[in-house]
Structures are given as structure tokens and as C-alpha cells.
């Protein structure tokens, strides 16, 4: 049997297609997507006002501790989910504060 002999390499294997993204890029891609979808669904959920800048704030750090264990998918979800109920019950607790000590601006400063 005789090998077939082929001058050019584009008949036998097709255009050649552009470089394959390197492996982290595709994760950190992935991983980009996980991110924005919590985080949508997070922001979804918000009831608490003035909750969605703490909200983002805390997804991006977790999303910077997550990339740096190695495996960000993994992590991300629970720590996000951690920090953010955390993020909450003090805004919850603010807000309960801001309540209770708004009676005292209501009384006048006593001049001695």
C-alpha cells in the first residue's frame, strides 16, 4: 500500500482555524459567567434598599478570593453567598438603628 502523497497540507486537513484559547482564558471565561449570573440573581432577590452596591462589591471580592485557590467555580458560589448574607444583616442592622435613633433628632439641643 502506498502512502498518499499530498503537496499541500491545506487539501488534507481544511483551512486552518484560528488558535485555541488557552485553558485559563476558556476558565476565566466560564468562571466570568457564573459570576454575572449569581450576581444577577442576587440583585433579583435584593430587598433590603441600598443593598445593591454592597452587593457588587462583595461579588467582586469573592470573585478575587476565589480566582486566587485555583478553583474560582467551585468557591465563588459559597463564599459569595457567605459574604453576602453577612453584607446583609448589617444593613439590616443600619437600617434598624437609623430607625430607632431617628426619635433622638427630633428633640432639641437643650442650651445650658
Known amino acids: ?8 497540507a491545506l ?4 483551512p486552518v482555524s484560528a488558535v485555541a ?13 457564573l459570576k454575572a449570573v449569581i450576581l444577577r440573581e442576587a440583585l433579583q432577590q435584593n430587598d433590603v434598599p441600598g443593598l445593591a452596591s454592597a452587593i457588587r462589591r ?3 471580592e469573592a470573585a478575587a478570593t476565589a480566582v486566587g485557590t ?14 453576602a448574607a453577612e ?3 448589617r444593613a439590616l442592622f ?7 435613633s431617628s426619635g433622638f433628632l427630633a428633640f432639641p439641643l437643650l442650651q445650658s
Open 1 to 8: 500500500m502506498n502512502p498518499v502523497k499530498v503537496d499541500n
Open 21 to 33: 484559547p488557552h485553558f485559563r482564558a476558556v476558565v476565566h471565561t466560564e468562571f466570568e459567567r
Open 94 to 100: 443600619q437600617g434598624s438603628a437609623r430607625i430607632r
Open 58 to 60: 462583595v461579588a467582586n
Open 11 to 14: 487539501a488534507l486537513f481544511g
Open 70 to 83: 485555583g478553583f474560582p467555580q467551585l468557591v465563588f458560589p459559597l463564599l459569595f453567598a457567605e459574604r
Open 87 to 89: 453584607e446583609r444583616k
